[in-house]
């Protein structure tokens, strides 16, 4: 069974810094793509960021372009989301997503962290 | 970016009866990269469709999608109590992966 474990959500002040992971386990992790996905309070989803099974290629919104950087750590199974000067329309939940093996739909997602940007 | 138009916004039907969701595109999609996701209160999105037609793992078959090009639709054949959520299509062929703004499916 796949599981997706987040941890490292919380409140920060605009402009700081946060990281997320998300601990993966019962599938081939580095077979996979994996990305991270966001829905403000009330709102819809917006895809933030993914990355290749092999951690070789990133890919970005352009609304985190420059700010927020996606990484892996295949040896531990393990998704990263490094987010810098944060601002406060990032207050989102953030989930971390499994990739399907034909494409980039999100087949298993984890149960979501809330990240609050306020001062 | 390719931008995704849902409608209606939202739809008000009893259990029992059939649902039909669009999704438009701005631009041409590849029939492989179309994807619906439902989500219930307080929980994660989880996969229904995904290749515009293909039903995800589990998914019952009362649900099917279709459509090709710029328009795509969701339908429930018959709604069960369940299915009461709110439904999102995203296409996932050209970075980035943008969601439509949804369709909340109420009683």
């Known amino acids: 069974e796949v599981q997706l474990f987040q941890s490292g959500g919380g409140f920060v002040q605009p402009g700081g810094s946060l990281r997320l992971s998300c601990a993966a386990s019962?599938?081939?992790?580095?077979?996979?793509?994996m990305t991270w996905v966001r829905q403000a309070p009330g709102k819809g989803l917006e895809w933030v960021a993914g990355i290749l099974g092999s951690g070789r290629r990133t890919y970005y919104a352009d609304s985190v372009k420059g700010r927020f950087t996606i990484s892996r750590d295949n040896s531990r199974g393990t998704l990263f989301l490094q987010m810098s000067s944060l601002r406060a329309n990032d207050t989102a939940v953030y989930y971390c997503?499994?990739?399907?093996?034909?494409?980039?739909?999100?087949?298993?997602w984890g149960h979501g962290t809330m990240v609050i940007v306020s001062s | 970016e390719i931008v995704l138009t849902q409608s209606p916004g939202t739809l008000s039907l009893s259990p029992g009866e059939r649902a039909t969701l669009s999704c438009r595109a701005s631009r041409s999609v590849s029939s492989a990269s179309l994807a619906w996701y439902q989500q219930k209160p307080g929980q994660a999105p989880s996969l229904l469709i995904y290749?515009?037609?293909r039903r995800a793992t589990g998914i019952p078959d009362r649900f099917s999608g279709s459509g090709s090009g710029t328009d795509f639709s969701l339908t429930i054949r018959r709604l069960e109590p369940e299915d009461f959520a709110v439904y999102y299509c995203q296409e996932y062929g050209t970075s980035p992966f943008t969601f439509g703004p949804g369709t909340k499916v109420e009683i």
């Open positions: 290749s515009a037609s």
């Open positions: 019962g599938f081939n992790f580095n077979g996979y793509g």
């Open positions: 997503t499994k990739t399907g093996g034909t494409g980039w739909q999100l087949d298993s």
